[in-house]
Nanobody, 128 residues
Framework: QVQLVESGGGSVQPGGSLRLSCAAS????????MSWVRQAPGKGPEWVST????????RYADSVKGRFTISRDNAKNTMYLQINSLKPEDTALYYC?????????????????????WGQGTLVTVPS
């Protein structure tokens, strides 16, 4: 079955950095867009970033643009999120998620950013 396992969270002082990892199994990782989503305490989920199947095209939420970098290693079935210049408002549970991905015969694509599998999350805490 599909499994997504996040790791790398922790408590970091403002301005610090972390690298989150997401190990995927149970499906053909290289055929799916992948995303990071976070949920801060008492708030709803917030989309953070998405990478296409090859990791050559990436998108970011305005709130993290310039500080976060998404990447993936398809040979290792692993996705990463490099988080720099951490702020207290980055405190959240960070989830790895699989995008519903279609294949046109020549290209992979997604529609409306719908997600169909989630990990358990890794907690990032940035004290104020």
């Amino acid at each position: 079955q599909v499994q997504l396992v996040e790791s790398g969270g922790g408590s970091v002082q403002p301005g610090g950095s972390l690298r989150l990892s997401c190990a995927a199994s149970g499906f053909t990782f290289s055929s799916f867009y992948m995303s990071w989503v976070r949920q801060a305490p008492g708030k709803g989920p917030e989309w953070v970033s998405t990478a296409n199947t090859g990791g050559t095209s990436t998108r970011y939420a305005d709130s993290v643009k310039g500080r976060f970098t998404i990447s993936r290693d398809n040979a290792k079935n692993t996705m990463y999120l490099q988080i720099n210049s951490l702020k207290p408002e980055d405190t959240a549970l960070y989830y790895c998620a699989r995008d519903i991905t279609y294949y046109s015969g020549t290209d992979y694509y997604t529609v409306s950013g719908a997600l169909d599998a989630w990990g358990q999350g890794t907690l990032v805490t940035v004290p104020s």
